[in-house]
């Protein structure tokens, strides 16, 4: 069975701390990993992966794949309380348009 | 334009009534996902629509749940007799045609089932 799991399921940082969120995948016909940011109630679109060992970024965001180990890593520098929120890894299969959604990690950041 | 929409907000409802939800994607966009979250879990697929294509319930999880999809815009996700597991906040996601990866979310139905 298909499955995403993502680690720690929640964290607690102050502001200017780095963080780094897991997430790992069993998944056939895997096609691409994605990231999302969901802080109230609809999740906003953060990075699509689907190449090994190239780093996507944006701002003080960023993620890497490794598709030998099946995981990928979500880094946050110098967190904002702005940041906080649950972050929701995904994986898009190729045989199939839906999207297999883990958990999310809860991060709250404090001033 | 507009982002894709839900209504309502809010729904608070007695166990064993029916309920209806209604979602609006983003025009052109042709595929239409409907997904559920439970407090304190991740999204739970529900139903998938793709242009005229047959829809995919795999993801539904029991009869009383169905969703239809008119004239290929706006969604209606339907739950029959109404029952306390079923609360949870159900949202809705539009995409292009093969972009699946790339869903467009709108703000959730909070649904509450007494």
């Known amino acids: 069975e298909d499955k995403v799991v993502q680690s720690p399921l929640s964290l607690v940082v102050h502001e200017g701390d780095t963080v780094t969120l897991n997430c790992s995948y069993e998944v056939t016909n895997f096609r691409s990993l994605l990231w999302y940011k969901q802080e109230k109630k609809a999740p906003t679109f953060l990075f699509m992966l689907?190449?090994?060992?190239i780093e996507k970024k944006s701002g003080r965001l960023s993620s890497i794949l490794d598709k030998k180990e099946l995981f990928s890593i979500l880094n946050i520098t110098a967190t904002q309380t702005g940041d906080s929120a649950v972050y929701l890894c995904a994986v898009d299969p190729y045989n199939t348009d839906k999207l297999i959604f883990g958990t999310g990690t809860r991060l709250q950041v404090f001033p | 334009g507009a982002g894709v929409s839900q209504s309502p907000s809010n729904k608070v409802t007695e166990k064993g009534k029916d309920v209806e939800l209604r979602c609006d994607p983003i025009?052109?966009?042709?595929?239409l996902y409907w997904y559920r979250q439970s407090l304190g879990q991740g999204l739970e697929f529900l139903i998938y629509?793709?242009?005229?294509?047959?829809?995919?319930k795999s993801g539904l999880p029991s009869d009383r749940f169905s969703a239809e999809r008119t004239g290929g815009s706006v969604s209606t996700l339907t739950i029959q007799r109404t029952q306390q597991e079923d609360s949870a906040v159900y949202l809705c996601?539009?995409?292009?045609?093969?972009?699946?990866?790339?869903?467009?979310f709108g703000p959730g139905t909070r649904l509450t089932v007494t």
């Open positions: 629509f793709q242009g005229n294509s047959a829809p995919d």
């Open positions: 689907t190449s090994s060992g």
């Open positions: 025009s052109g966009h042709t595929a």
């Open positions: 996601a539009s995409s292009r045609l093969g972009q699946s990866y790339e869903q467009y």
